[in-house]
C-alpha cells in the first residue's frame, strides 16, 4: 500500500511554536511586578485579542495545502478603576494568547490523528476550558464565537455561533471551512458551493487537491459511497461535484463528520447502516465495512493505513480508491481506467509539492496494471509502466517505498 507521508515533521514544528508561545506567556504572566492583578477583569466587546488562524498543512493523507496566515493584534481595553490598567492588560492579554494558543493546538492534535476523528477527553477538555475563558472574558470576540463552535464537534445546536464569527472575520478561512462542512450536515447545497467557490478562489483549497479529487471520483463504481478521512479530504470532492458536475451519482460520506447526530441521520435517510458506537475510529470504519457488505463501498486512499489494516483483505485498489467490490481482473480494470477514464493531472503537470506527494496515490493501481502486464506476459507495456511508476516514485520522492516492490 503507498500512502503519503503524513505532516508529522510540520505538527512536531507547530508544537513546539505553540509551546514556546507558552513559555513565553507564562513568564510574562508571572514577571508582572504588580500589587493586584485581575485577570478575570471585563473585556469590551469587540476588543479582544483576535485569534491568529492555524495553518492549514497537506498531510500525506489528506487533502490539505500548506498555508500560513497572520492577522494584525489588537489591544486588549479593560475597564477598570482600582487596578492599574497597564498591568491588567497585560496579564489579561497573555492570558488569553496562551489560552488561544492551548485551544489551537488542542484541536490541531484531534485534527491530525490517525486512528480516530474524534478529540481525546484531554483535549476536549483543553479546549472546553479555553471556551470557558472567552464565554466569562471576551463573550463577543472573534474567539469565544469560532472556538464555540469548533469545541461541539459539528453539533448543530451551535450553528449561531460559527455564523457569528463569519460576522467577525468575514475573510476568515478556516471559518469558511467549517461553514462548508456545516451547510453539507443540513443539505444546503448552494450555500455550500459558494463557500467551496471562495475556499478555491483564496488558495485554501488547492489546486492540485481539486485535480486529485477527480480522479477520486472517477475511481469509484456507479452509485458508490465514497469514505474520506478528514474534513479536508471532503472538500476537494465536494467541489468537483458542486461546481465541476463531477460523478454527482456518488455519495461521500466524511468520518470526520460522522461526529455529528445530525450527519448520522443524514447517512441513515440514503440507505446507509451505521455502528452504534459514537468514537469514530478505525474499529468504526471496519464495522461501517461489515454492516453494509450488501453495498458498493469506496475507500479514499488518502484514509491513514490504519484504518486499512483490519480490512485489508476485504478491500481492492480500484483506481485511487479501495473497494469491497472487486471485479475477477482487478488489474485489466485499473488498465481501463488508467488508460480511458482518469485524467491524471498530477503525474506529469503537478504544479507543487502537495501535487507530487499526491501523485503517489496512483502507485497501488499501477502495480496492479503492472501485474496483469506480467500475467499477460506483456514485456514492453511492463517496462512502459515501471518506468511511469519509477517517475512518480522520483517526483513524490517515494523511491525507498516503490523498491520494496517493484
Given at each position: 500500500?503507498?500512502?503519503?507521508?503524513?505532516?508529522e515533521?510540520?505538527?512536531?514544528?507547530?508544537?513546539?511554536l505553540?509551546?514556546?508561545?507558552q513559555?513565553?506567556?507564562?513568564?510574562?504572566?508571572?514577571?508582572?511586578?504588580?500589587?493586584?492583578?485581575?485577570?478575570n477583569?471585563?473585556?469590551?466587546?469587540?476588543?479582544?485579542?483576535?485569534a491568529?488562524?492555524?495553518?492549514?498543512?497537506?498531510?500525506?493523507v489528506?487533502?490539505?495545502?500548506?498555508?500560513?496566515?497572520?492577522?494584525?493584534?489588537?489591544k486588549?481595553?479593560?475597564k477598570?478603576?482600582k487596578?492599574?490598567?497597564?498591568?491588567v492588560?497585560?496579564?489579561?492579554?497573555d492570558?488569553?494568547?496562551?489560552?488561544?494558543?492551548e485551544?489551537?493546538?488542542?484541536?490541531?492534535?484531534a485534527?491530525i490523528?490517525?486512528?480516530?476523528?474524534?478529540?481525546?477527553?484531554?483535549?476536549?477538555?483543553?479546549?472546553?476550558?479555553?471556551?470557558t475563558?472567552?464565554?466569562?472574558?471576551?463573550?463577543?470576540?472573534?474567539?469565544?464565537?469560532?472556538?464555540?463552535?469548533?469545541?461541539?464537534n459539528?453539533d448543530?445546536?451551535?450553528?449561531?455561533?460559527?455564523?457569528?464569527?463569519?460576522?467577525l472575520?468575514?475573510?476568515?478561512?478556516?471559518?469558511?471551512?467549517?461553514?462548508?462542512?456545516?451547510?453539507?450536515?443540513?443539505?444546503?447545497d448552494?450555500?455550500?458551493?459558494?463557500?467551496?467557490?471562495?475556499?478555491?478562489?483564496?488558495?485554501?483549497?488547492?489546486?492540485?487537491?481539486?485535480?486529485?479529487?477527480e480522479?477520486?471520483?472517477?475511481?469509484?463504481?456507479s452509485?458508490?459511497?465514497?469514505?474520506?478521512?478528514?474534513?479536508?479530504?471532503?472538500?476537494?470532492?465536494?467541489?468537483?461535484?458542486?461546481?465541476?458536475?463531477?460523478?454527482?451519482?456518488v455519495k461521500?460520506l466524511?468520518?470526520?463528520?460522522?461526529?455529528s447526530?445530525?450527519?448520522?441521520?443524514?447517512?441513515?435517510?440514503?440507505?446507509?447502516?451505521?455502528?452504534?458506537s459514537n468514537?469514530?475510529?478505525?474499529?468504526?470504519?471496519?464495522?461501517?465495512?461489515r454492516?453494509?457488505s450488501?453495498?458498493?463501498?469506496?475507500?479514499?486512499?488518502?484514509?491513514?493505513?490504519?484504518y486499512f489494516s483490519?480490512?485489508?483483505?476485504?478491500?481492492?485498489?480500484?483506481?485511487?480508491?479501495?473497494?469491497?467490490r472487486?471485479?475477477s481482473n482487478?488489474g485489466?480494470?485499473?488498465?481501463?481506467?488508467?488508460?480511458?477514464?482518469l485524467?491524471?493531472?498530477?503525474?506529469?503537470?503537478?504544479?507543487?509539492?502537495?501535487?507530487?506527494?499526491?501523485?503517489s496515490?496512483?502507485?497501488?493501481?499501477?502495480?496492479?496494471?503492472?501485474?496483469?502486464?506480467?500475467?499477460?506476459?506483456?514485456?514492453?507495456?511492463?517496462?512502459?509502466?515501471?518506468?511511469?511508476?519509477?517517475h512518480?516514485?522520483?517526483?513524490?520522492?517515494?523511491?525507498?517505498?516503490?523498491?520494496?516492490?517493484?
Open positions: 500500500m503507498f500512502c503519503l507521508v503524513p505532516r515533521k510540520y505538527a512536531v514544528m507547530k508544537a513546539i505553540f509551546i514556546l508561545i513559555i513565553v506567556v507564562y513568564t510574562n504572566l508571572h514577571a508582572q511586578v504588580s500589587g493586584v492583578t485581575n485577570t477583569a471585563p473585556v469590551e466587546e469587540n476588543k479582544s485579542v483576535p491568529t488562524a492555524p495553518a492549514a498543512e497537506q498531510e500525506a489528506e487533502l490539505e495545502e500548506v498555508q500560513t496566515r497572520s492577522e494584525s493584534k489588537k486588549a481595553v479593560l477598570t478603576e487596578v492599574d490598567e497597564t498591568s492588560a497585560k496579564d489579561s492579554k492570558m488569553m494568547l496562551l489560552k488561544k494558543s485551544f489551537m493546538l488542542s484541536s490541531e492534535e485534527r490523528q490517525r486512528t480516530q476523528r474524534n478529540p481525546s477527553d484531554a483535549r476536549q477538555s483543553t479546549m472546553n476550558d479555553a471556551v475563558y472567552f464565554e466569562k472574558n471576551a463573550p463577543q470576540s472573534f474567539e469565544y464565537n469560532y472556538f464555540k463552535y469548533l469545541s461541539g459539528y448543530l445546536a451551535l450553528r449561531d455561533y460559527l455564523i457569528k464569527a463569519e460576522k472575520r468575514p475573510d476568515n478561512s478556516d471559518v469558511h471551512v467549517q461553514l462548508a462542512a456545516m451547510y453539507d450536515i443540513e443539505g444546503q448552494a450555500l455550500k458551493k459558494s463557500y467551496l467557490i471562495k475556499l478555491a478562489s483564496s488558495g485554501r483549497l488547492s489546486q492540485s487537491s481539486i485535480q486529485y479529487g480522479d477520486v471520483l472517477l475511481s469509484c463504481k452509485g458508490d459511497f465514497l469514505i474520506a478521512h478528514a474534513l479536508e479530504d471532503a472538500m476537494a470532492l465536494w467541489y468537483q461535484q458542486s461546481v465541476g458536475s463531477i460523478r454527482e451519482d461521500i466524511s468520518l470526520d463528520l460522522m461526529q447526530s445530525a450527519y448520522r441521520k443524514k447517512m441513515r435517510a440514503q440507505g446507509l447502516k451505521l455502528p452504534a468514537l469514530v475510529d478505525t474499529k468504526f470504519l471496519q464495522e461501517l465495512i454492516i453494509n450488501d453495498k458498493s463501498i469506496s475507500l479514499s486512499l488518502t484514509i491513514p493505513k490504519e483490519p480490512i485489508s483483505d476485504k478491500i481492492y485498489v480500484r483506481g485511487l480508491v479501495f473497494t469491497n472487486p471485479t482487478t485489466n480494470e485499473n488498465l481501463n481506467l488508467w488508460n480511458n477514464t485524467r491524471k493531472h498530477l503525474i506529469e503537470e503537478a504544479i507543487d509539492d502537495q501535487g507530487k506527494q499526491l501523485s496515490n496512483y502507485l497501488p493501481m499501477l502495480l496492479s496494471v503492472r501485474n496483469y502486464y506480467i500475467e499477460q506476459n506483456d514485456v514492453l507495456n511492463r517496462e512502459k509502466i515501471e518506468k511511469l511508476m519509477q512518480i516514485a522520483v517526483q513524490s520522492k517515494k523511491q525507498t517505498a516503490y523498491s520494496k516492490v517493484k
